[in-house]
């Protein structure tokens, strides 16, 4: 069956990612307006890829 909803486990929410990444939801979202990380939007909804925090962090996730 095809889930036309993207996988939670493939985006994170912004809380989720500025806690993997150690950084406040502030700063994520001030990262997001100057799109200076990749993120998605859903709407008024903002999502980030789990791939990027992977990257970020080394691969070690």
Known sequence: ???PTTPARD???V???AQALGVS???LYGLVAR???PHKR???LIRIPAAYINITQGGTR
């Open 1 to 3: 069956m095809n889930n």
């Open 25 to 27: 939801t502030y700063t």
């Open 11 to 13: 985006y994170l929410t």
């Open 35 to 37: 799109k200076q990380i």
């Open 15 to 17: 809380s989720q990612a």
């Open 42 to 44: 859903i709407g008024r």
